[in-house]
């Protein structure tokens, strides 16, 4: 039987998914989307889990499988094209959705090839960190196609809008160090040590305390189309809800006994 597209591993409360195409460079095709989507969506629902990180092995992700993209429209009509990548297209965007919404921290580890789709999946992350042989390009436009993967929506928000029509436009390559002076990645590591950062970061967030997380990636996801009084009423609220749990008041006496907290997640 092939391997799935997918790996899905577990360890305490940090599960990792890993994206398994090698070959292909991770390059999205049908079998990954759904995959990917399953994967994302069961981990979030995963009431044990309390940070996922999302990786590839050599390489991220080198966007989408253009040898399966030309396959598909072989022979088809315009509108054919149009609707079946549409239906494509909306899977895929079912996995950026989840990431989002995810009420647990998402972390991006990426080596390689960070292209196309891979970079919008990337951006969907709450947090980034980067092997410094890692490359990024949006790529898009070099094939003819506008982005997709709520890249145009990620990508103003987090390097500005002059800068996000350059990487958009040009679609040009770009090294780690670059990726991280744009805010798109958090850390840049040596390669042999992302694992290991990686990991370390991971179980420093699923020891967290998770309710106060999921409020504070609400707030912030949510702050950009937010009036400042509307912010401020949900800042209220979601302060005073986590005010009135067992997180808080351990945090509290934490730092009076001059100890670390130990956080139960509600």
Not at 71 to 83: I, P
Not at 172 to 185: P, T
Not at 197 to 219: D, F, I, Q, V
């Amino acid at each position: 039987m092939p391997e799935p597209a997918v790996l899905v591993e577990r360890e305490g409360a940090v599960a990792t998914l890993t994206l398994n195409r090698p070959r292909a460079l991770n390059a999205l095709d049908r079998d990954l989307t759904l995959a990917l989507k399953d994967g994302v969506s069961a981990v979030e629902k995963d009431e044990g889990i309390r940070c996922v990180v999302l990786r590839g092995g050599e390489h991220f992700m080198a966007g989408g499988d253009l040898k399966w993209f030309k396959s598909l429209s072989e022979g088809k009509s315009a509108a054919q094209n149009r609707a079946q990548f549409e239906g494509f297209i909306e899977e895929a965007h079912a996995i950026i959705l989840c990431l989002r919404r995810m009420p647990k921290p998402v972390v991006a580890s990426v080596r390689g090839a960070v292209a196309g789709f891979g970079m919008s999946l990337m951006m969907a992350c709450d947090l980034a960190l980067a092997a410094d042989n890692a490359y990024f390009t949006l790529a898009y436009t070099l094939i003819g196609v506008s982005p997709d993967g709520g890249s145009t929506y990620a990508l103003p928000r987090i390097v500005g809008q002059r800068k996000a029509m350059e990487i958009a436009l040009l679609g040009e390559r770009f090294d780690a160090a670059a990726a991280e002076r744009l805010g798109l990645v958090n850390r840049v590591w040596p390669s042999a040590s992302l694992q290991v950062e990686t990991e370390k970061l991971a179980h420093r967030l699923a020891s967290g305390p998770a309710a106060a997380y999921a409020r504070t990636k609400a707030l912030l996801n949510g702050s950009l189309n937010a009036s400042l009084e509307a912010q401020l009423q949900r800042e209220a609220e979601a302060f005073a809800q986590s005010a009135s749990e067992p997180d808080f008041q351990e945090g509290l006496a934490a730092f009076i006994e001059k100890r670390k907290p130990r956080f139960q997640g509600r």
